[in-house]
């Protein structure tokens, strides 16, 4: 049973399109962030005789980056669950108190930001549902491109979804797999073959926490170890928040692999046989924190080495160059060493402006982004300035920044960006507009230069994006540059971008 001192939710029947939940928070297109939003970060650990609450909260700390609108953990002691999740911050959401009333030897804890469901307290997680060996808390990184077929599949079965989340619906057909007697691992797995899409998840139990990775290993997942006798483990969607809690760096959870820890320590099973490696590029040089590990380096290094191509495919005259804090400081530090070029802190980021809900008056927003990025006058006066940005979703917030740039004083403005032109909309966990609604799939680079009024723009090339990864470059999924989705993506899940765009507005 949950814990009656676990945060109490409501919880709202499952719609479909809910024009009064569905991003709630973002009240129209200008306001709606100009980037790709990722979906959530996950952590778990396993470490009996340790404060595993503030192990867990350190950890989604790290991992807030991924998530601002809702956060959550539960803890296992023996069979009782402990839970608390609330909309907010990480900080917001835990205070000492709350953490002290979630004791136990296992937690799982989420930061979300929503995909698939609404902006709603109901749809925060982890996801707690009541199996036949007790519950089950479960933690999701990603999003499914079957919902809808397996949201039938469970209301032919009277399963009761409490939430708008595919997160819960995993759960649940978990539970209803272990009806037929099963043990959890075999029913977690018959579950997860019934997924389809990208799905990086930590399920705690009261046996034990497991780590799974869909077959193309789309979001990340990462295993690290706590010292002490016997090895205690965490599980994390990036290394950031092993770094964080002084756990070291073990390995990646594979595409199509189940981890299983228990007090026997863990075990590693191969859950599916096709397994295709296709991480999201855009954790690459977007998402992921810099100095998160991937492919054995810092993303950091991977980054500038964008901005090294990027100055070697788009070169152009200028005094200065600067990046778009924070994501695209990397890359212009690059773009520097290769051009010439002196490197400048031309804008300065107020580090303090989270996501809030309360929203600017119409003049705050008119009068551009300076709430985040604040240009620096006597820098830029006279220059003439690259300004380096990792991606433009819609230009929005680009066109802002250029026209900031110009009243402080900036003769030209050239923008070069460290990713090909986003043309498609994801459906494998990061919020994305429709189609339509992506500049570059609607204009040519000279149109949105135009557009954005900008003396030249350049991006980077899908080759030299992929290339100095220094990996197999079909080992990515580049799906929002090409079109290419590893997952095929039924047609009516591609329709429904477009509705839910008219609902957001």
């Keep these: ?54 192990l867990t909260y350190f950890g989604l700390y790290a991992l807030q980056h991924r998530g601002q609108e809702s956060a959550g953990i539960a803890t296992f002691e023996g069979k009782q669950v402990h839970l608390h ?19 136990g030897s296992i937690a799982v804890g989420h930061t979300r930001y929503s995909t698939t469901g609404s902006s709603h307290v109901a749809n925060a997680q982890p996801a707690i549902v009541q199996t036949r060996l007790g519950e089950i808390a479960l933690a999701h990184n990603g999003n499914l491109v079957n919902t809808k077929q397996l949201r039938d599949e469970l209301l032919e079965k009277s399963c009761n979804l409490t939430t708008t989340t595919d997160s819960e619906m995993i759960a649940l057909a978990i539970a209803e797999e ?16 019934r997924c389809r899409g990208a799905f990086s998840l930590v399920v705690g139990s009261s046996e034990g926490i497991m780590g799974v990775r869909d077959p193309n290993g789309i979001r990340p997942l990462v295993i690290g170890t706590l010292e002490g006798s016997p090895t205690r483990y965490v599980l994390a ?9 002084g756990a070291e760096y073990l390995r990646d959870v594979e595409p199509g692999e189940l981890v299983w820890i228990t007090e026997g320590g863990l075990e590693s099973f191969r859950w ?3 397994q295709e490696r296709k991480l999201c590029i855009f954790e690459m040089f977007y998402f992921a924190r810099p100095d998160s590990i991937m492919n054995e380096e810092s993303l950091y290094s991977y980054r500038m080495r964008l901005g090294r191509r990027l100055a070697q495919e788009s070169l152009v005259d200028a005094d200065i160059v600067f990046g778009v804090p924070d994501s695209g400081i990397p890359a212009a530090i690059g773009f520097s060493e290769v051009s010439g070029i002196p490197y400048v802190e031309g804008l300065i980021k107020n580090r303090y402006v989270g996501r809030t809900f309360i929203q600017p008056t119409q003049a705050m927003r008119e009068s551009g982004i300076k709430m985040k990025l604040n240009p620096l006058k006597d820098v830029l006066c ?24 110009r009243e402080a004083g900036a003769v030209e403005v050239h923008m070069r960006i460290s990713s090909p032109p986003v043309t498609h909309p994801c459906f494998y ?3 994305t507009d429709s189609q339509d ?30 290339e100095e990864t220094k990996q197999d470059i079909n080992s990515f999924c580049s799906a929002c540059f090409t079109g290419d989705y590893p997952v095929p993506v039924p047609e009516k899940l591609k329709r429904s971008k477009l509705m839910l765009e008219e609902v957001r507005v």
């Design 1 to 54: 049973m949950i814990s009656p001192n676990s945060k109490a939710v409501t919880s709202d029947k499952y719609a479909q399109i809910n024009p009064n939940l569905i991003n709630s928070n973002l009240i129209n297109q200008d306001q709606r962030p100009d980037k790709q939003e990722e979906a959530c970060g996950v952590f778990g650990v396993y470490a009996p005789k340790e404060d595993v609450a503030r």
């Design 382 to 405: 006279g220059k003439k300035v690259i300004i380096i940005d990792d991606s433009i979703v819609r230009g929005t917030t680009s066109r802002k920044l250029v026209k900031s740039l």
């Design 429 to 431: 966990g990061i919020d």
């Design 272 to 274: 599916t046989q096709k």
């Design 237 to 245: 969607s990036e290394t950031c928040a092993l770094d964080i809690i």
């Design 437 to 466: 609604q992506l500049i570059a799939a609607t204009m040519g680079v000279q149109e949105i230069a135009k557009h954005l009024e900008v003396d030249t723009l350049g991006y980077l090339s899908w080759e030299g994006m992929l």
């Design 178 to 193: 272990l009806n037929d007697g099963s043990q959890l691992l075999q029913a977690a797995i018959r579950a997860f073959h």
């Design 85 to 103: 999740k609330d909309m907010g911050l990480v900080s917001q959401v835990f205070n000492e108190s709350i953490l002290d009333d979630l004791p």
